[in-house]
């Protein structure tokens, strides 16, 4: 609370843990040393939750590897750069109050990590294969960590190389070592997703991930089988014979992906409970005019084309979350926003399965539709995401137009929704004990006492948490950390904050579940 005195030279506390009835009470071991008081909050009143600040929402960023689109920005850099570059992405991602990142660390069938199971990527030296000196995979989740993002590790399971032979290939390099694994399809290398030993080797890579680096999410994104090519034959014509049991090829394709799907879900959960496991398919499952369950759209059909059936994952529970990728614009004559936003929340209804949304960045300013260069499209998107039920946030590709921001578009979502920060939704089915709450919560004055400089927070690292929430309650003193993000000034990795001004802060645990501590209080005079 706000008194008009200079801070003390050791800042007054009072710090006392959060009941499930709110009601605080003394902890005199943690009290200031130099102003030791034990104080009661009464309850607070019941809070009206404001939709401006939701408190769970998903707001994260692609960061893709591939072809250098996003990180490192070329091939070669050193690891100093390489760091700098992604700190700088994640710097704008958390000033926009963004909370989680979506990092692509196999694109091809390579590892941007240290892997016994894959080759080294191009894209970190130059040359496939090539120890580039350094682990970045524990740097690039520490980062995200101390900024309080979620970290989702981005595989893509089926794309084998972005050349059509295996020559060029790294010796260890899976699709070398074999050949009767691919298909060459459109001057590309895919596996072939009808193969067992196919599925046997993704899933392995992805437990190994799992296993040894503290991720907090597992995504696909909407590449499965390869997009239509012109005039090219995917030839899994051997393997159908062989594992297609009489059914109709395209039957067979997208049981093969479900497969796949189902297999990859039971490893992660199996390996760790408590991380996601995700895809961000594409934005159109079907249109009516392929079945009349399907969306009011005449684009191409992730069922038909691509054997993507998103709705068979939704209904089987084999993924926690779908993040269909609506590149779209409100209004487009083939597929407009709006339509297919409602259409897939219709999905998820019912389920446990959560529902993002996938935007278009690097489409804002572009000139082939006009709805792009409106710089208020994006805006406009997020604010219907927030009107339509079981829409729990959105996802933006990519980190490069992260930076660039065209049109100020993503200035005006963060101006007009993201002026607080929000916890990232809780894991479906995560309603298990909750972590622990800080202890030894404590306040520092800053050096001088001046009030101007602030004070630091700090508190004892709590078991089982991945991020900590600090809220400031407002003069009043009315608590309404528990309805939304009104009060949320923060979330951060590392136990320490540096509080700003006077006031009643209070300090929450968060787990790899998203789930929430009771809160300690901790005053500031």
């Known amino acids: 609370m706000r008194t008009g005195r200079p801070l003390l030279a050791a800042a007054v506390l009072a710090v006392a843990t959060t009941s499930a009835a709110y009601a605080f009470g003394p902890d005199a071991k943690n009290a200031a040393a130099s102003e030791k008081k034990t104080t009661t909050a009464a309850a607070p009143s019941a809070c009206d939750a404001d939709a401006r600040y939701p408190k769970r929402e998903l707001r994260g960023v692609w960061i893709a590897t591939t072809q250098n689109i996003d990180w490192p920005s070329k091939k070669g850099l050193r690891p100093e750069r390489q760091r700098a570059e992604y700190i700088k992405i994640l710097d704008n991602a958390a000033k926009l109050n963004f909370n989680a990142v979506f990092v692509q660390v196999r694109p091809a069938s390579d590892a941007l990590y240290k892997s016994s199971l894959e080759p080294w990527s191009q894209y970190l030296t130059g040359t496939q294969g090539k120890d580039p000196g350094w682990d970045p995979l524990p740097f690039l989740i520490s980062e995200a960590r101390k900024r309080g993002m979620e970290f989702h590790a981005w595989f893509n399971p089926y794309r084998a190389s972005y050349g059509s032979g295996v020559a060029d290939l790294s010796p260890d390099h899976p699709a070398r070592k074999h050949p009767n694994w691919t298909v060459a399809y459109g001057g590309r290398l895919y596996y072939n997703p009808g193969l067992p030993a196919v599925r046997e080797h993704v899933v392995k890579v992805i437990t190994d991930v799992v296993n040894r680096y503290d991720v907090d999410g597992v995504h696909f994104d909407d590449y499965f089988y390869p997009y239509p090519e012109a005039g090219a034959t995917f030839d899994d014509d051997a393997a159908f014979r062989k594992y297609g049991k009489g059914k109709k090829l395209a039957d067979w394709r997208r049981g093969n992906v479900n497969t796949l799907v189902a297999e990859v879900d039971r490893a992660v959960h199996q390996a760790k409970s408590y991380v996601k496991f995700g895809i961000s398919p594409f934005g159109i499952w079907r249109n009516k005019s392929n079945d009349p369950t399907g969306s009011a759209t005449s684009g191409m059909s992730a069922y038909d084309a691509i054997y993507a059936d998103a709705r068979a994952w939704i209904k089987s529970g084999t993924v926690d979350y779908v993040l269909p990728q609506l590149y779209w614009p409100r209004g487009h004559r083939q597929a407009d926003y709006k339509t297919l936003v409602r259409w897939w929340s219709d999905e998820v ?82 309603d298990g004990q909750a972590p622990a709450e800080p202890q ?9 006492g001046s009030k101007a400089q602030g004070a630091t927070l700090s508190w004892a690292p709590a078991q089982g948490a991945r991020a900590y929430a600090v809220y400031r309650l407002p003069d009043s003193g009315k608590d309404c950390h528990t309805t939304d993000a009104r009060d949320l000034v923060a979330v951060v990795g590392d136990p320490t904050y540096a509080a700003k001004s006077p006031g009643t802060y209070l300090i929450t645990s968060l787990d790899h579940s998203s789930r929430e501590s009771n809160a300690v209080q901790v005053k500031v005079s």
């Not at 489409?363 to 927030?386: C, F, I, K, M, Y």
């Not at 049109?407 to 916890?423: C, E, M, Q, T």
């Not at 030894?440 to 001088?448: E, H, I, S, T, W």
Request: net charge positive.
């Open 349 to 430: 209804k019912g389920s446990d399965v959560q529902l993002y949304i996938g935007h278009g960045l690097y489409r804002v300013g572009s000139r082939d539709d006009r709805a792009w260069t409106r710089p208020g499209e994006l805006a406009a998107q997020v604010g219907l995401n927030r009107d339509t039920k079981r829409v729990d946030g959105s996802v933006y590709f990519s980190a490069k137009q992260l930076l660039t921001d065209p049109l100020k578009a993503l200035d005006r979502v963060a101006r007009a929704h993201y002026s607080r920060p929000a916890l990232p939704p809780a894991t479906p089915g995560s």
């Open 440 to 448: 030894n919560a404590k306040a520092q004055a800053a050096p001088g």
